[in-house]
């Protein structure tokens, strides 16, 4: 079992940075692969960026590639999304997530923390 707490957003104008943290309990945490999702008002919850276990592999989505950065800490149990140069369109509920496998899907993660909010003003 892994539970995970998200914190870190907020709001901010567009062109800013924000970093969002995720804090996993149990001891098994360098095992998992973490991702980062969103989810606007009326949309469906769409991926972010991945990271293995090592943090020696990571993924993004396009719209976010080259503003945002995943990495995690796997003697603090965290792992991290700094997010830059942030725009209207990224405003949304943020989740971490974790399994076994580094994936890029929804249905692909098992444990979910309960969101951040992220606004972004024009």
């Known amino acids: 079992q892994v539970q995970l707490v998200e914190s870190g957003g907020g709001l901010v104008q567009a062109g800013g940075s924000l970093r969002l943290s995720c804090a996993a309990s149990?001891?098994?945490?360098?095992?998992?692969?973490m991702g980062w999702f969103r989810q606007a008002p009326g949309a469906e919850r769409e991926f972010v960026a991945a990271?293995?276990?090592?943090?020696?592999?990571?993924y993004y989505a396009d719209s976010v590639k080259g503003r945002f950065t995943i990495s995690r800490d796997n003697v603090k149990n965290t792992v991290y999304l700094q997010m830059n140069s942030l725009k209207p369109e990224d405003t949304a509920a943020y989740y971490c997530?974790?399994?076994?496998?580094?994936?890029?899907?929804?249905?692909?993660?098992?444990?979910w923390g309960q969101g951040t909010q992220v606004t972004v003003s024009s």
């Open positions: 990271i293995s276990w090592s943090g020696g592999h990571t």
């Open positions: 149990g001891r098994t945490f360098s095992s998992y692969a």
């Open positions: 997530a974790a399994d076994r496998t580094m994936a890029l899907g929804v249905d692909e993660y098992h444990y």
